[in-house]
């Protein structure tokens, strides 16, 4: 069964708009924590934000948000007043366990493009 | 703001040949990666690396590939003797001391084998 499921292989959006990037996710491991990382056309991959299984508020960074529903195990990314520049591939992962070194377990990923 | 450096960007080398790509992780970062993302696929874990060992390896890291540390700065990934399915992007990352959850990544290097 696969671990992290991007069900969305393409989004637009139009510029200044909010768009939702979907991430659901399987672990039995009550610890765990979720990331989204962009991947612009240069390959790079950018931390964008993380939200541990713990947290009891959803995370937020800039016009980046997670919208983490525990009991779904959905944890999707809301970008909210979309720019040009968000134009790129969005990539959910899951770290499963409470230790630093444990792997991340990444989607297939969501290519955004955003119009003006 | 401290980032993870990867060198060469881009490799390019023949079927059969032994590459190393390296890695500058972050200063204080104890733990370190390797991933990879052939083109167009998913990213890959392929091996962490943590105290001067390896911590974990996944089913793709096998006897053609190792990883040292081999001053307290460089992170290295060593394929000893490349097959064409080899080529693809390969990432470092590093994260702190446990406790701190987020890998950084670095650029990539571009791994083509022809």
């Known amino acids: 069964a696969q671990k992290i499921t991007q069900t969305q292989p393409g989004m637009f959006v139009q510029e200044k708009e909010a768009v939702t990037l979907d991430c659901t996710y399987d672990t039995s491991d009550p610890s765990y924590g979720l990331f989204w990382y962009k991947q612009p056309s240069s390959g790079e991959m950018i931390f964008l934000i993380y939200q541990g299984s713990y947290d009891q508020q959803n995370a937020t960074e800039g016009r980046y948000s997670l919208n983490f529903q525990k009991a779904r195990k959905s944890a999707n990314l809301v970008i909210s007043a979309s720019q040009l520049g968000d134009s790129a591939m969005y990539f959910c992962a899951m770290r499963e366990g409470q230790s630093g070194y444990n792997k991340l377990i990444f989607g297939a990923g969501t290519r955004l493009a955003v119009h003006p | 703001e401290p980032e993870v450096t990867q060198t060469p960007s881009h490799q390019v080398t023949q079927m059969g040949q032994e590459v190393i790509l390296r890695c500058v992780p972050i200063?204080?970062?104890?733990?370190f990666y390797w991933y990879r993302q052939i083109l167009g696929q998913k990213v890959e874990f392929l091996v962490s690396?943590?105290?001067?060992?390896?911590?974990?390896k996944s089913e793709i890291f096998d006897d053609q590939f190792s990883v040292e540390r081999p001053d307290g700065s460089n992170f290295t990934l060593k394929i000893r003797s490349t097959k064409l399915e080899d080529s693809a992007m390969y990432f470092c990352?590093?994260?702190?001391?446990?406790?701190?959850?987020?890998?950084?990544f670095g650029p990539g290097t571009r791994l083509t084998v022809l």
């Open positions: 690396f943590y105290n001067n060992e390896i911590s974990e």
């Open positions: 990352a590093s994260s702190e001391a446990l406790g701190a959850d987020t890998q950084y």
């Open positions: 200063s204080n970062h104890l733990y």
